[in-house]
DNA sequence: CGCGGGGTTGACTTTTGTCAAGAGTTGTGG
DNA sequence: CCACAACTCTTGACAAAAGTCAACCCCGCG
């Protein structure tokens, strides 16, 4: 059920803290609203099941999402941090979520300063996700954007563990990735069958699986630095000091420089 | 010169600190290219004077910018916690950075824990305001989008502390303009013609003055929640407990911590 | 069964992009 | 100090991408 903390690249101690710390699991259903902005929030939410959505609305109701949220992820930090979510988290499938106090997450970042930086690692990867999307959005064709939603989604979830036969399949309501894309659910159904009559994807019922994983890297024109494949889940056992002038964090060691490069296209 | 070190809302020791620290002064001029993403990145960069904008670019060599650099922030974290940055950095007006090298960074990070949980505020909000730039960019009609991103700078610039006279001009090459809204420069004149043509606001050479803020906001339907105005510029921000190096997270001492209760989930 | 929520398809509209030419500016060197 | 080159911005005619509206299909489900 907390699983979830051994997945952190933290020290045993800083686990432990965190598994000592109070919390509340809350449980939603696929569809429910998780949280909305207009809303107090005095607590960190961090999934632990299942898959949500980050979006905002417009005043004419449209819906512009950022993100997805994957198992083990802070939902949102400006809760904590400005006591205001910025967003809206939608469920995509049921989904645990537990609650930590603000004041009680505030008290850790304290005792355990590598929490914070550990945060700072992913705020940073989530913005460079985000940058991503705006690229996509702001300037590739449709069918692009596509292409590499979908390459996204699938090495994603491989870098966060999920086997590469199940990450090839994305089962995500047409809406959904309407509201990722900024495309019209219409515009997006037209594209996925673009994307079928080239041979990239199949549709299985409500599922897109994908069947050429290069193509599909390659249509998208599909760079995967942005990821920071280096720096993803692998549990980092606690760091030794680094040497040349501390150029390493304690449990953050070697990420990054010279990384691993993970190619976008395997087939 | 390293006045902007003041106005970082931190304790006097962590800015003595931080002024202790080795470091170096780089300058640039209008339109060079302050860093690529395919270079070896081994410093810390922080913009003292001037700006920068943060873009990505497509095979094709189309662009999309992402924000906006102030002075006193810095312009790319992933390069201290990555190894790599993941954008280009241009000057948009003479510019001055200063390098710290990662190991000296890390170092800090170490020593005043404070400093990756201020880091980690910034980060927080820099992913809001790219996700309202997301959201501009999907979503919003590009007379829209313009308005949007007139009043966002306008407003950035005064919760900077630029003076509201001052800050009311926005000089940007329209090349630049198109880059952050995703639209071409073709696309962006005849767009700034028309809130020319609306009253709202008007040119003086390459500059655009804004001459109505509030019709512009209110064209832009622009909510300031996402900059999280609370949280921006006062050096010292109220740490209503513990004051100045103690146990309570500088300037965001004690929220909400007495957890109301939470309602289950809804439909 | 009949209902409803996706998803699909087609005809048509709107927005934005493309291409091409021209007008201002700015800066530079003769 | 002028002339010209190099930008940047503007404008127009046209093309393409994406949106709108409306009907319809397909299933799963009560």
Redesign the pocket.
Known sequence: MIRFVRHLPLAESEKRAILDTPREIRRFQRGDTIYRPDEPCDAARILVEGLAAQYRILPNGERQSADLVFPARFCDLGCILFGVSDHFLAALTDVEVVEISTGRVLDLFARYPQIPVLLLHQETRNRSILFERLLSVGRR???R?LAHLLTEFRLRRELAGVAPSRAKRVLL???WI?DFL????????????KLKAMGLIE?H??AIVIRDPAGLARLAEFDPGYLHPGAEAPPQPPARRGREGGATVAGFGDRGSGGPKISASES
């Open positions: 064709p449709a069918i954007r309501p047409q809406r309407g900024g495309l019209t659910t219409e515009h997006v159904s037209r594209t996925i069958a549709q019922r409500n």
